[in-house]
């Protein structure tokens, strides 16, 4: 009788440990993406003006085409663990590309950082911009310029000490011009 009530005993409390080692550890802030520019609501502080940096970003786009752009958080603050920052950035016109899969992601049109990007300060992205390249270039014709586009971004330069004290926030608008 001893038996018959032991095993399934047994059997239930291996079950609810299989469950409970399969439970997600709790997220801590937004560091698997930054689904919002609500950055300074949770991280106070100062706001950096110089910490946000967009490479290869040309003065003038043609329209149709894509641009291979890094965007770059420039901090001094050391990080006591695994998260280095993360960021939101979203354009006026064109379309935000993902050309790596691994540490960026698009979230409700917002370009940001994945859980493994959340371990970096530094992010590769590309972005095709509005509009397509006329056919009447080649005859000698001119083509219409486009919209001016506006490339806001926000960043979290993280310490790692899982707590939103301390961080350091930036943000940035860049705008380019069709070319003429």
Known sequence: MV?????PGLMAIGLAAAVGLQAPAPAHGFANSAPSFACMSCHPGPMATDMVSLGNLPANYRPGQTY???????SDLESLG???GGFALQVSAGELLVSD??????SDGILTHTLEGSQLRTWDFAWQAP??????RQSGRKA???PNVTI???????????SSV???IGAASFTVQSER
Do not use: R, S
């Open 166 to 168: 301390g961080d350091e």
């Open 82 to 84: 695994e998260q280095q």
């Open 131 to 136: 509009g397509t390249a006329p056919a009447g």
């Open 152 to 162: 806001t971004v926000m960043g979290v330069a993280a310490n790692g000490d899982y």
């Open 68 to 74: 291979n752009l890094t965007l770059t958080l420039q």
């Open 3 to 7: 038996k018959k009530i032991f095993l």
């Open 101 to 106: 899969q691994t540490n960026t992601q698009i």
């Open 144 to 146: 219409e310029p486009g």
